[in-house]
T-cell receptor, first 112, second 112 residues
Framework: QKEVEQNSGPLSVPEGAIASLNCTYS??????FFWYRQYSGKSPELIMS????GDKEDGRFTAQLNKASQYVSLLIRDSQPSDSATYLC????????????FGSGTKLNVKP | NAGVTQTPKFQVLKTGQSMTLQCAQD?????MYWYRQDPGMGLRLIYY???????DKGEVPNGYNVSRLNKREFSLRLESAAPSQTSVYFC???????????FGPGTRLTVL
């Protein structure tokens, strides 16, 4: 079992719709969680970080964390073709916050 | 503000050759990291440096060595390249452990 699991996709949504990306993690001690966006051939860039249970909103993006169920999700409202990318979920390792577990990413396609 | 820079951008090596990948950050970050990214595997940590003067192994350190030259620079060395080391290599940095990691543009390495 991978430490962080993501559906590889592709997830296809029409422009203007809500895209929902999900991630589960296996280490109950993980404390910090991150969503990165990676365009093809480019480096990952941070979208959101979340540390506490509940929702965190930033513009069109909402991250949700449920530590009891060990999942993290990212909602993208009013999806745009420019949101088409691979989204990577990351969780910190407990007792060694320098080490992150990364999922293999979910590819999102937003169709005009 | 350049952020995290990496050189070279592309490199082709023959099996057995050696090379050093360079990374520098200008954000006054304490922690630096080297990852490799392979299709379907996500990002895997090779080595990290929690602070100047320290380095530690990540998930996949075999075949690599690192040097934290100073607070700004963190290099990755392949002593005897193997085809299995064909990958995209990313350097990242963070203010301190557990904080958001910021990635460089990557080095695409092919070992023939």
């Amino acid at each position: 079992q991978k430490e962080v699991e993501q559906n590889s996709g592709p997830l296809s949504v029409p422009e203007g719709a809500i895209a929902s990306l999900n991630c589960t993690y296996s280490d109950r001690g993980s404390q910090s969680f991150f969503w990165y966006r990676q365009y093809s051939g480019k480096s990952p860039e941070l979208i959101m970080s979340i540390y506490s249970n509940g929702d965190k909103e930033d513009g069109r993006f909402t991250a949700q964390l449920n530590k009891a169920s060990q999942y993290v999700s990212l909602l993208i409202r009013d999806s745009q073709p420019s949101d088409s990318a691979t989204y990577l979920c990351a969780a910190s390792k407990p007792y060694n916050f320098n080490k992150f577990y990364f999922g293999s990413g979910t590819k999102l396609n937003v169709k005009p | 503000n350049a952020g995290v820079t990496q050189t070279p951008k592309f490199q082709v090596l023959k099996t057995g050759q050696s090379m050093t990948l360079q990374c520098a950050q200008d954000m006054n970050h304490n922690s630096m990291y080297w990852y490799r990214q392979d299709p379907g595997m996500g990002l895997r940590l090779i080595y990290y440096s929690a602070s100047e003067g320290t380095t530690d192994k990540g998930e996949v350190p075999n075949g690599y060595n690192v040097s934290r030259l100073n607070k700004r620079e963190f290099s990755l060395r392949l002593e005897s390249a193997a085809p299995s080391q064909t990958s995209v290599y990313f350097c990242a940095s963070s203010k301190s452990q557990g904080d958001t990691q910021y990635f460089g543009p990557g080095t695409r390495l092919t070992v023939l």
